[in-house]
C-alpha cells in the first residue's frame, strides 16, 4: 500500500478530523482535532497520510531546539488502515521524508503506552531508533539520521483565483450565532451578579 505526505489545507482538515481509531483506543489517545489544534498553537508540522488518493492518517512533527531533534509527536491511522504493515510504512515515510528537512536530521519518538497504531519497540529498534529514557510513563527512542534529498510532498495547495466566488455556508453561520448566544447566556449566567427579589421587602 504506498503511502505519501499531503499538506493540511483548508480543504482537507475536516477530512482529517473525522478519522476514527479503532474503538479500543477511541478513550485513550487524543483525536485529529486536538492534535492540529496543538500543531497549530505550537508550530508544528503538520500532514496528511494518504493512500490511493484517500485520506487515512495524520502526522505532526514538533521540531525540539534543546536536542536538535524532530519529535514525531501525533502519528495516526484510521480504523480500517490501523494494522501493523501499514503503521511501519507509514512511520518509515515518516522518517525518510524528516531526513529532507533543512534543518536537523535526527528524530525522538516516544512510544506510548496506548498506542495509535501497532508499531512495536522491536519494530522500533529494526529500524535503528535506540530507548533514551522514559518520561510520564512513555518510553522516548532516538534515531541518528544522515540528510537524504528532500521528499517531494503530494497535492501542494494551488492559490485560489482572485475572482473565484466561495458558496456562503448559511448552515455555520447560522450555528456560528447560536454558538456566541450560549457563551454570553453562560458569560452572564456566571458572572453577573443578579439582584435580590422584591419579595418580603416592605414597600415604602
Known amino acids: 500500500m504506498p503511502l505519501s505526505l499531503t499538506p493540511v489545507t483548508q480543504e482537507n482538515w475536516e477530512q482529517l478530523i473525522q478519522l476514527k481509531l479503532p474503538a479500543e483506543q477511541e478513550n485513550l489517545n487524543p483525536p485529529n482535532w486536538y492534535a492540529l489544534l ?3 498553537q505550537l508550530q508544528y508540522l503538520a500532514y496528511g497520510i494518504k493512500s490511493e488518493g484517500k485520506l487515512i492518517g495524520l502526522v505532526t512533527l514538533g521540531w525540539v531546539n534543546d536536542t536538535r531533534s524532530y519529535w514525531i509527536h501525533h502519528l495516526m491511522l484510521d480504523a480500517e488502515h490501523n494494522q501493523p504493515e501499514h503503521a511501519l510504512e507509514a512511520l518509515q515515510m515518516t522518517i525518510r521524508y524528516i531526513r529532507g528537512l533543512p534543518v536537523g536530521h535526527n528524530i525522538t519518538y516516544p512510544m506510548p503506552v496506548t498506542l495509535y497504531h501497532p508499531i512495536t519497540d522491536q519494530q522500533l529498534q529494526e529500524l535503528g531508533f535506540v530507548p533514551l529514557g522514559e518520561y510520564k510513563g512513555q ?4 534515531l541518528q539520521t544522515t540528510p537524504l534529498p528532500r521528499m517531494s510532498l503530494e ?3 494551488v492559490a485560489v483565483p482572485k ?4 458558496e456562503i455556508n448559511w448552515e455555520r453561520i ?5 454558538l456566541v448566544l450560549l457563551i454570553l447566556y453562560g458569560y452572564f449566567e456566571i458572572f453577573i451578579p443578579r439582584l435580590p427579589s422584591t419579595d418580603g421587602l416592605p414597600i415604602t
Open 155 to 157: 497535492d501542494v495547495p
Open 174 to 178: 447560522l450555528m456560528g450565532f447560536i
Open 139 to 142: 518510553v522516548i527512542y532516538g
Open 163 to 166: 475572482d473565484e466566488k466561495k
Open 38 to 40: 496543538q500543531a497549530n
